[in-house]
């Protein structure tokens, strides 16, 4: 006697339902074997790969920045789960206003929808929103809602959510250098003063510590004009997966790869394992 389709489709449930139990337990294991005394306290990320993933698919650029949206919201609460303490997403390049003007109209678009949909539920998860780059630049529309986010925002205590704007780390490095420049001009400044330390001040990053782990999406290999000063010591990494199809799974495993590395600063293996054996 031939199965039903009431058979067939209580079969498909069944194998449909074991495949979530098996892929839920993989992501708890993965989660897991995460050392949480070894997490990076700052991860940067260069969302790439919206596009190719929407023409992969037979739709318009734009239709892969609006799934890249999900893709934020689920590495955004990931990390705020994980322990994350700094989050930099590098949402728009100063080099992005040179795109078509349609395209670059609905990524504006996008960011206040997206901030105001989005504000209420980063309060609620006690995320902090931060916005560095040339906040000048972007149309007074997109000001309003990320000043309003973050006020809203300003009282969390948990990640804090940087999003990087119109940013150009080359602007960035020479708004610094002309700053401290008029600093000593006007005799407020001594040159022999000028550290490393005392530079990371005039940066837009001043309130954040380095990022220790710097994450692309999409198969390219470069970093694009992105935290250039405060990538120096940043373990870089890079996955083939567009930025639509990334998620936490995907954050994990760019975690435990992190958690294999040596991190040495200039030492040997042998100095690093004497004085900090926990980290090797």
């Not at 929407?54 to 650029?61: F, P, Y």
């Amino acid at each position: 006697m031939l199965p039903t389709a009431t058979a067939y489709f209580c079969t498909f449930a069944h194998l449909f339902a074991q495949a979530d139990k098996l892929f839920f337990r993989i992501k708890m294991d993965q989660l897991q074997s995460l050392d949480r005394s070894k997490l990076p306290a700052h991860i940067a990320i260069i969302m790439d790969g919206n596009g190719r993933w929407a023409k992969d698919r037979g739709q318009d650029r734009v239709y892969g920045h609006y799934e890249g949206v999900v893709s934020v919201r689920e590495i955004v609460n990931a990390c705020g789960e994980i322990g994350i303490q700094y989050l930099t997403l590098y949402a728009f390049s100063a080099e992005n206003w040179n795109r078509p003007k349609a395209e670059v109209d609905a990524l504006m678009e996008l960011l206040v929808n997206t901030i105001r949909k989005e504000a209420e539920e980063l309060k609620k998860n006690n995320v902090k929103l931060h916005v560095i780059g040339d906040f000048a630049s972007l149309p007074e529309v997109c000001q309003k809602e990320l000043n309003e986010a973050k006020d809203i925002t300003s009282m969390n205590t948990g990640l804090n959510l940087i999003l990087a704007l119109s940013y150009s780390s080359r602007q960035e490095i020479v708004m610094a250098a002309k700053k401290i420049g008029e600093g000593i001009a006007k005799g407020e400044i001594k040159a022999e003063d000028v550290t490393e330390a005392s530079f990371h001040n005039y940066l837009y990053t001043a309130p954040f510590p380095d990022p220790e782990l710097m994450i692309r999406t999409s198969g390219e290999y470069r970093i694009s004009n992105y935290l250039l000063y405060q990538l120096a010591y940043a373990e870089l990494y890079f996955t083939n997966v567009h930025w639509p199809d990334f998620r936490k799974p995907n954050l994990i495993e760019a975690l435990l790869n992190y958690q294999q590395r040596e991190r040495r600063f200039g030492k040997t293996s042998e100095q690093i394992q004497t004085t900090n054996p926990q980290h090797v």
